[in-house]
């Protein structure tokens, strides 16, 4: 199952994210649990969760020697097509329960799920 799919089934950007790498052997289990305070900008409504659980996977597949230049590269990556990273900017406008923030916010996972796909099949 994809990111976004885990999304429109009830689970958070972060944890969605999470839970693809999950079923595809990446992380383990255990990291469910950590995304799950990341998601809705860890509260805040400020970094999105969707980033969050990439940068989370980067770091645990990648390694600390690897992680703070793919979170960069991530970042400049997903601020090519959304120009910011925060959820406050990127759902302004939107109702926290409206179908249109879920799509928006299906297609943030989506970007995200393909961006941390790409970054792990090249190593960064």
């Known amino acids: 199952m ?8 009830g689970y958070s950007c972060s944890e969605s994210i999470i839970m693809e790498a999950i079923e595809k052997g990446l992380v383990p ?3 469910l649990s950590v995304a799950t305070s990341f998601s809705g900008g860890m509260g805040s409504g400020c970094l999105c969760g969707a980033i969050a659980g990439s940068q989370m996977v980067l ?18 990556e997903f601020k ?8 406050r ?6 109702d926290m329960a409206s179908p249109e923030r879920k799509a928006h916010c299906t297609n943030m996972v989506n970007d995200c799920s393909k961006i941390l796909e790409e970054m792990i099949k090249v190593k960064v």
Do not use: P
Request: include cysteine; charge should be positive; glycine fraction near 6%.
């Open 59 to 76: 770091g645990y597949v990648l390694g600390r020697s690897n992680a703070r230049v793919a979170a960069k590269k991530f970042i400049e």
């Open 29 to 31: 289990e255990e990291l």
């Open 2 to 9: 994809k990111a976004a799919e885990y999304f429109n089934n």
């Open 89 to 94: 900017v990127l759902t302004a406008g939107l």
């Open 80 to 87: 090519k097509n959304h120009k910011a990273t925060c959820c």
